[in-house]
């Protein structure tokens, strides 16, 4: 067995010394630090290291590292089939609506179609009747223009006797499309209440209905 010579044992005692007075500075300098500056975390001795080590401790475990987060799914996102269901449904509803609007297009042609046939109809119908009218007032002018001429060709009085028992009317469209030189005579010659009565007719019938005053005309 060698036995440690004095020199030897002293130089250890001061290396262990020295060790020891620079863990307690650095130790003291962390907990005397200003208010502004964080605390230092005091660092274990030499000695208390070698003590664990020489004491077998186990060393210290490294944190756990921490799990992956999960990636969350969102429940409000539907799924593909009820996405292509929802879809089908409003293609189905614009494909009724567009069947609608064609088949209200069709009708709307069909009765534009029919109202063309029955307004062309109309004026056919028209066109006839005014044809009618036309002939109608081109015949009732001739009979006056015929009736016209046989007063014209009478004598004076036969043609005021005449007219004298005549309806009103006639007497007053006869008398009213005369020469004033061929009507003066036969209206001389008829009875003087008559005369005025057609007088008074021929006089307002150029004037608008209610303009018109034929109230109280005597015929006799």
Do not use: W
């Not at 262990?16 to 605390?39: E, F, Q, R």
């Not at 660092?43 to 590292?65: K, T, Y």
């Amino acid at each position: 067995m060698i036995t440690p010579r004095p020199f030897q044992m002293v130089v250890g005692a001061l290396a262990l010394a020295g060790v020891a007075k620079a863990s307690l500075l650095i130790g003291g300098v962390g907990m005397h630090a200003g208010p502004d500056s964080a605390p230092q975390p005091s660092r274990p001795g030499l000695f208390v290291s070698a003590a664990n080590a020489a004491a077998g401790d186990p060393a210290p475990e490294p944190a756990p590292e921490p799990a992956p987060a999960e990636t969350v799914i969102p429940q409000s996102c539907a799924a593909p089939e009820e996405v292509l269901s929802a879809i089908a449904t409003e293609r189905g509803l614009l494909d009724e609506q567009r069947a609608a609007l064609n088949d209200r297009a069709s009708e709307i042609a069909l009765a534009e179609e029919t109202l063309a046939i029955e307004t062309a109809r109309l004026e056919e119908l028209r066109g006839e009747l005014e044809g009618l009218l036309t002939k109608i007032d081109e015949a009732r002018q001739a009979d006056v223009e015929r009736l016209v001429a046989l007063y014209v060709n009478m004598k004076p009085r036969e043609a005021a006797t005449i007219m004298n028992d005549l309806d009103i009317e006639v007497a007053v469209t006869v008398l009213g499309a005369m020469p004033e030189r061929d009507a003066a005579p036969v209206l001389a010659a008829m009875n003087v209440v008559r005369a005025q009565a057609i007088s008074m007719i021929i006089l307002e019938r150029s004037k608008l209905p209610g303009d018109q005053r034929l109230n109280g005309i005597r015929l006799q």
